[in-house]
């Protein structure tokens, strides 16, 4: 694999070829997803890429009717939410992604530590190519 910083925009083109990669501290071993140049344990800048299974569990989750205008556009609004969550990884860290295939208007079906994998959501072509990461029901 060729040497990329850890930086978003690494993580971003990963996300891009359908791999969610974080950083692993070589001292301490602690993770980070997205990536950390530095460790915010032990201050160390040797990190080493690890790539994510993508199997986990909704930690918390909120459903948002009113969103930022890039989300708008996407088509959703106060008929069709999205679902934003936090997702408790397998490797034990915690990521931030958007949750798809459940359903908004009715948040109770939606389970905290029900089981989800991963998806890449690509949305843009060529140089504006922009994938967001996402979780559904394993
Ligand atoms: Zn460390």
């Known amino acids: 694999m060729e040497e990329r910083?850890?930086?978003?925009?690494?993580?971003?083109?990963?996300?891009?070829?359908?791999?969610?990669?974080?950083?692993?501290?070589?001292?301490?071993?602690?993770?980070f997803v997205p990536p950390r140049p530095i460790c915010?344990?032990?201050y160390s800048s040797e990190m080493d890429w690890v790539e994510i299974k993508g199997e986990g569990k909704l930690a918390a989750f909120t459903c948002i009717a009113v969103g930022p205008p890039f989300m708008i556009k996407q088509g959703?609004?106060?008929?069709?939410?999205?679902?934003?969550?936090?997702?408790?990884?397998?490797?034990?860290?915690?990521v931030v992604a958007r949750i798809e295939g459940v359903n908004t208007t009715k948040p109770e079906t939606i389970k905290v530590g029900m089981p989800l994998t991963v998806e890449f959501l690509h949305r843009g072509e060529g140089e504006n190519l922009k994938t967001f990461l996402a979780f559904k029901p394993a």
């Open 5 to 31: 910083t850890f930086s978003d925009i690494s993580y971003g083109r990963f996300l891009n070829e359908e791999k969610l990669m974080g950083s692993k501290c070589k001292k301490c071993g602690a993770f």
């Open 40 to 42: 915010i344990e032990c």
């Open 76 to 94: 959703y609004d106060r008929q069709h939410p999205y679902c934003s969550g936090v997702v408790e990884l397998e490797e034990g860290v915690r």
